[in-house]
């Protein structure tokens, strides 16, 4: 058993095209797959647009020997032959149980792991659903993934430790990133503190109490944050924050958790961020 060489990437949202392209800077080969084909089409552009900007900056070189190592499509048996697959589509507990099962008859190697970057789903629900849950942890990456540095490793109470260390080597010393451990408790260690921030801004805006522009530059200027929490939630996708919202209270039956009605109609509406080119903000 040894490192992981080819990888596989299912769903080629914001974070499913972020993995597939820092696996393949480090020289990876990567498959990454997406139910919808206009989905994985779009992570391919994505995946190259940010590339090239990388390449521009100077700070890559080999754009197109880093494409080639990419192969993207939507058919979930090209990932048979994968050592590691990390799971990236949305965040739906019946939706990520029933890939899990799918992958584990898929990937034919008995040591592979099966990694998810859920931000909240506990690790456990999707271990079950397989027949090897001692090779399943969470390898939860954070938005943009060629950016931030931070990756939570969260095993199972089933997972093998060897499993871990794979993984810990893997975005350690494969993807030069900054492991921690957490426990696997919805959220984790880093939503499980952010998440009710968020919706605090978001309740505060909701009661008039004052402006998404001044909330935002309350938390930008006065306590030196990269960027306020609601620029922060349009990041993310309001559909992904409510969703990791209703995870925590799930978990926790904390009303500080729960989801705001505000946040409830944005994602009825669409208005889901960045991702929609609406949310708090219009981009
Ligand atoms: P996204 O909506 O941008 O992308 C999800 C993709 O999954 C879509 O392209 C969709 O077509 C695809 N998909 C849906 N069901 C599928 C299936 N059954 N099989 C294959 N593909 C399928 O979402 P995202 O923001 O990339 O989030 C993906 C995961 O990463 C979620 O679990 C989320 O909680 C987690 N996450 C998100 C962030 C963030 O800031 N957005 C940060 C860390 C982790």
């Known amino acids: 058993m040894n490192g992981f060489n080819n990888i596989g990437v299912v769903g080629a949202g914001l974070m499913g095209a972020g ?21 994985a089409e779009a992570g391919r552009d994505r995946l190259r647009t940010s590339l090239e900007r990388a390449e521009e900056r100077g700070k890559i070189t080999g754009v197109a020997e880093i ?10 048996e090209a990932l048979a032959d994968r050592d590691l697959v990390i799971e990236a589509i949305i965040e739906d507990e019946a939706a990520k149980t029933a890939l899990f099962a799918r992958l584990d008859s898929i990937v034919t190697d008995p040591e592979a ?6 931000s909240s789903i506990p690790i456990m629900k999707l271990a ?13 990456f954070f938005n943009p993934v060629p950016v931030l540095s931070l990756v939570e490793l969260v095993p199972s109470l ?10 810990r080597e893997f975005v350690e010393k494969d993807l030069g ?9 919805a959220g984790f260690v880093v939503n499980a503190l952010l998440i009710p921030f968020v919706l605090s801004a978001i309740r505060m805006l909701e009661s008039g109490f004052a402006t998404a522009e001044d909330i935002d530059q309350g938390l930008v200027r006065g306590a030196a944050h990269p960027q306020g929490p609601l620029a922060l939630a349009d990041l993310i996708g309001l559909d ?3 969703a990791v919202a209703e995870s925590l209270y799930e978990e926790f ?12 109609r944005m994602v009825d509406a669409g208005l889901l961020g960045r991702k929609a080119g609406r949310g708090f903000y219009h981009y």
Do not use: C
């Not at 990133?177 to 408790?185: F, L, Y």
């Open 19 to 39: 993995i597939a392209e820092v696996a393949a800077r480090a020289g990876k080969n990567v498959v990454l797959i997406d139910a919808n084909p206009a989905a």
């Open 67 to 76: 494409l080639e190592r990419i192969t993207v499509g939507s058919d979930l």
């Open 113 to 118: 792991v099966l990694a998810s970057n859920t």
């Open 128 to 140: 079950v659903a397989t027949q090897r849950p001692a090779q399943v942890l969470g390898i939860h």
């Open 158 to 167: 089933l997972t093998a430790p060897t499993t871990t260390d794979r993984a």
């Open 177 to 185: 990133k900054h492991p921690i451990d957490s426990q696997d408790r």
């Open 240 to 242: 992904t924050t409510k």
């Open 253 to 264: 039956k904390e009303p500080l958790y729960a989801p705001p009605p505000l946040l409830a």
